[in-house]
């Protein structure tokens, strides 16, 4: 079983940064991808930023430019860097992870709230 805990939310003014963590644990497979979605309110999860193991990323057009997506393979973590937050930012941000032939699992989800 697959474990997943996400850290670094909180409330920030806009144009600030906030760094989130997920920390896996459990059965890692090294095929697999890691990822944050988010979701706010009155709207669909949507993908905001993922990387797999084999190096490549890839990130929602909103955050291009602004959002850095990184891994730690040695802890099973991975991390959002969150540059230049716009209100539009508010939501609550889930950490993801895609196991080959076995499965995703989503952390607890963390609230980031960007304040004009």
């Known amino acids: 079983q697959v474990h997943l805990v996400e850290s670094g939310g909180g409330l920030v003014q806009a144009g600030k940064s906030l760094r989130l963590s997920c920390a896996a644990s459990?059965?890692?497979?090294?095929?697999?991808?890691m990822g944050w979605y988010r979701q706010a309110p009155g709207k669909q999860r949507e993908l905001v930023a993922t990387?797999?193991?084999?190096?490549?990323?890839n990130y929602a057009d909103s955050v291009k430019g602004r959002f850095t997506i990184s891994r730690d393979n040695a802890k099973n973590t991975v991390y959002l860097q969150m540059n230049s937050l716009k209100p539009e930012d508010t939501a609550v941000y889930y950490c993801?992870?895609?196991?080959?032939?076995?499965?995703?699992?989503w952390g607890q989800g963390t609230q980031v709230t960007v304040s004009s």
């Open positions: 990387f797999a193991s084999g190096g490549s990323t």
């Open positions: 459990g059965s890692i497979f090294s095929i697999n991808t």
């Open positions: 993801n992870l895609d196991l080959l032939f076995r499965g995703r699992y």
